[in-house]
């Protein structure tokens, strides 16, 4: 079975503050990671995917196998960052397993 | 490709009335996925589909619940009896299995169960 686990419902920061938004992941082949972002009432979006190691709006984030965690970084944290961002795992059944997301909000 | 395309986008029904929710997935993708989200529950995987056939319908809550794909370019979720707990956004998604292996989301349908 595969498993998507993030542990905060909400993380409010300041403008300018680091930004770290944990996932933890259960899966006992190897996973493909993403993570989605959601903005105000709109659709799901790929942010980015540990395949691609790649920075998407400054954000970044690194797979961690030994600790089963792909953790969503941003040094710098923008009042446009605010929205909920999902962590989802793909195994080989191709099935998308999301986590519960986290809300992010960033005040001025 | 305009991508996921849903309908309707907000929906307000009487409660026991019957709801359907309409999908057109990416063309090409052979997988489609019917999800909901709440607030409590965040987004929940209610059935998903490879080429046209469902699959794994153990996310569906109840027998009130059923979904359809009669063809590659069409899927549709129905609620009957519709509840009040049933409000929610229902999320439909496609994904291929070539190289881009993220799943598309449409905009969503905003359910209101009265």
């Known amino acids: 079975a595969q498993r998507v686990t993030q542990p905060e419902k909400l993380l409010s920061v300041f403008k300018g503050a680091p930004v770290e938004l944990k996932c933890n992941y259960s899966?006992?082949?190897?996973?493909?990671l993403f993570w989605y972002v959601q903005y105000s009432r709109q659709r799901l979006q790929l942010l980015l995917r540990h395949i691609s190691r790649e920075s998407i709006k400054g954000f970044t984030a690194d797979l961690n196998k030994g600790e089963t965690s792909f953790h969503l970084k941003k040094p710098f944290a923008q009042e446009e960052d605010s929205a909920m961002y999902y962590c989802a795992l793909t195994g080989g059944s191709y099935i998308p397993t999301f986590g519960r997301g986290t809300s992010l909000i960033v005040h001025p | 490709d305009a991508g996921v395309i849903q309908s309707p986008r907000h929906e307000v029904t009487e409660m026991g009335q019957e709801v359907t929710l309409r999908c057109k997935p990416i063309s090409g993708h052979d997988y489609l996925f019917w999800y909901r989200q709440t607030m409590m529950r965040g987004l929940e995987l209610l059935i998903y589909?490879?080429?046209?056939?469902?699959?794994?319908d153990s996310g569906m809550p109840e027998d009130r619940f059923s979904a359809k794909m009669p063809n590659a370019s069409f899927s549709t979720l129905k609620i009957q009896p519709s509840e009040p707990r049933d409000s929610a956004v229902y999320f439909c998604?496609?994904?291929?299995?070539?190289?881009?292996?993220?799943?598309?989301f449409g905009q969503g349908t905003r359910l209101t169960v009265v």
């Open positions: 589909f490879n080429n046209n056939v469902p699959i794994d």
């Open positions: 899966y006992s082949g190897s996973p493909e």
């Open positions: 998604a496609s994904r291929g299995t070539g190289m881009e292996t993220e799943a598309f």
